[in-house]
């Protein structure tokens, strides 16, 4: 049996898995950013667990979510991840803000620090609302960049789950495979049809 395979087809299947090496150079650097664990596994805490935790009433994907209701203080959870100095990195995370019984949800505060400088403005005496994520492009300084969360609600809870933390740029190894499959495939475009080989499968 003959299959006839382009050598178009073979370029472009390079390329692709060029691409998809370049994007998986960007993995999230987040180690359990989804509490997939249970728990908080891969977070520095100072929280207070009567309030605070890991369940899975209100996760906003998989299974668990954390949740904060410290009413008596400020909650934090934080990772430092290993960045590259000038590259910018999108981080992104899913919140939710429960009222409690009778609607209330005030006082209640959020906020977030990326390499100890705000991200964000915070969000203080938030109405109730949804599900939202939150997406922000933030430039590392340093080979290290530690990303902090803190939490404060006295009636309800904050819900958090899905933090992501990517680089914006592939990788350079990832780049050269990128430019060297796009070279190959703008070589065969050029190449007559006619020179289209046939690759013999036996069996």
């Known amino acids: 049996m003959k299959l006839r395979v382009s050598k178009k087809v073979v370029a472009g299947g390079i390329l692709a898995a060029a691409l998809s090496a370049s994007m998986a150079a960007q993995a999230n650097l987040v180690t359990n950013g989804g509490f997939e664990t249970g728990d908080f596994t891969g977070w520095t805490t100072s929280i207070d667990p009567a309030y605070d935790g890991v369940d ?20 934090t959870i934080s990772q430092t991840l290993t960045t590259v100095a000038g590259t910018t990195y999108t981080v992104s995370f899913w919140l ?7 609607g209330n949800s005030i006082p209640n505060s959020f906020s977030f620090t990326w390499g100890g400088a705000a991200g964000a403005p915070p969000i203080v005496d938030s109405a109730p609302f949804g599900y939202t994520e939150f997406q922000y492009q933030l430039v ?10 803190s939490f404060s609600d ?13 680089a914006n740029v592939p ?33």
Do not use: C, H
């Open 140 to 149: 590392a300084s340093s080979a290290s960049t530690t990303l902090a969360f």
């Open 171 to 203: 990788e350079p190894a990832s780049l050269a495979l990128v430019f060297g499959a796009l070279g190959s495939l703008l070589w065969v475009m050029r190449r007559p049809a006619a020179k289209t080989r046939a690759v013999r499968i036996t069996g």
């Open 56 to 75: 899975s009433q209100a996760p906003q994907a998989g299974t668990y979510a954390a949740f904060f209701g410290n009413p008596n203080g400020t909650s």
């Open 96 to 102: 939710m803000a429960e009222a409690d019984v009778t």
């Open 154 to 166: 006295s009636p309800a809870f904050w819900d958090f789950d899905s933090v992501d933390v990517t």
